[in-house]
T-cell receptor
C-alpha cells in the first residue's frame, strides 16, 4: 500500500493556541485527501474532504473556521486547529486517495492533547 | 439515513476462529472494506469486497452478500496480535466511506 506520513505524531498545546498537522502522500499524487477525528473508543469521524487546489468540503457540524484545511499540492495537506480547546483533544488521522473510487490509505495519525 | 452495524466487542481464544458480522444500509454501494486498528494507531487495510462471495487472504477471509446488506470478516488460527478493533466501512454512491463503530476483538490465551 501507499505510504502516508503525518507530522507531528503527537502534540501537546495550551488552550487558545493553534496547531498545524501535516499529511504527506509519499508514493503517489493524491487528488483527494481526507481528515478524520477519532475520540477514544469511538469510530472514525470524517471531518472534511479536500481536493488539490480547491476548498475543502466540511462535514456537518465541523467548523470550517476552526479547522483550517489547506491542500496546497498533490502530496501535501495541512489541518490547522485554531484556538484549540481541551475538547479538541483527539486522534487526528488523514487518508489519501489517488483517484475517485480508489482505495484510501491512512496516515499514522496525530494525537493532540490540549491542556 | 446511512447505517452500519457491527458488534461492539467480541472475545475469542488463541488458535480459534472468530467471525465478525457487519450489516449496512447505505445510499448506493461501491464496495465494502474491512480495516484493522490497534489501539493508538491508524487503521490498516485488510480486505475489499465489491461482488458477492468470499475473498480469502491468508488467515483472514471476508464475505459479502449485497442483497442482504451483510458482510463478515473471518479470522482463523487466532493469534494474540489479532487483538484489535475491526472496522467495517462501505463506500456509498458518492464514493464516500461510511464507517461502522468498530468491533473490539479480545483474544485470550
Amino acid at each position: 500500500g501507499a505510504v502516508v506520513s503525518q507530522h507531528p505524531s503527537w502534540v501537546i498545546c495550551k488552550s487558545g493556541t493553534s496547531v498545524k498537522i501535516e499529511c504527506r502522500s509519499l508514493d503517489f499524487q493524491a487528488t483527494t485527501m481526507f481528515w478524520y477525528r477519532q475520540f477514544p473508543k469511538q469510530s472514525l469521524m470524517l471531518m472534511a474532504t479536500s481536493n488539490e487546489g480547491s476548498k475543502a468540503t466540511y462535514e456537518q457540524g465541523v467548523e470550517k473556521d476552526k479547522f483550517l484545511i489547506n491542500h496546497a499540492s498533490l502530496t501535501l495537506s495541512t489541518l490547522t486547529v485554531t484556538s484549540a480547546h481541551p475538547e479538541d483533544s483527539s486522534f487526528y488521522i488523514c487518508s489519501v486517495r489517488q483517484r475517485e473510487g480508489g482505495e484510501q490509505y491512512f496516515g499514522p495519525g496525530t494525537r493532540l492533547t490540549v491542556t | 439515513g446511512q447505517n452500519i452495524d457491527q458488534p461492539t466487542e467480541m472475545t475469542a481464544t488463541e488458535g480459534a476462529i472468530v467471525q465478525i458480522n457487519c450489516t449496512y444500509q447505505t445510499s448506493g454501494f461501491n464496495g465494502l472494506f474491512w480495516y484493522q486498528q490497534h489501539a493508538g494507531e491508524a487503521p490498516t487495510f485488510l480486505s475489499y469486497n465489491v461482488l458477492d462471495g468470499l475473498e480469502e487472504k491468508g488467515r483472514f477471509s471476508s464475505f459479502l452478500s449485497r442483497s442482504k446488506g451483510y458482510s463478515y470478516l473471518l479470522l482463523k488460527e487466532l493469534q494474540m496480535k489479532d487483538s484489535a478493533s475491526y472496522l467495517c466501512a462501505v463506500k456509498d454512491s458518492n464514493y464516500q466511506l461510511i464507517w461502522g463503530a468498530g468491533t473490539k476483538l479480545i483474544i485470550k490465551p
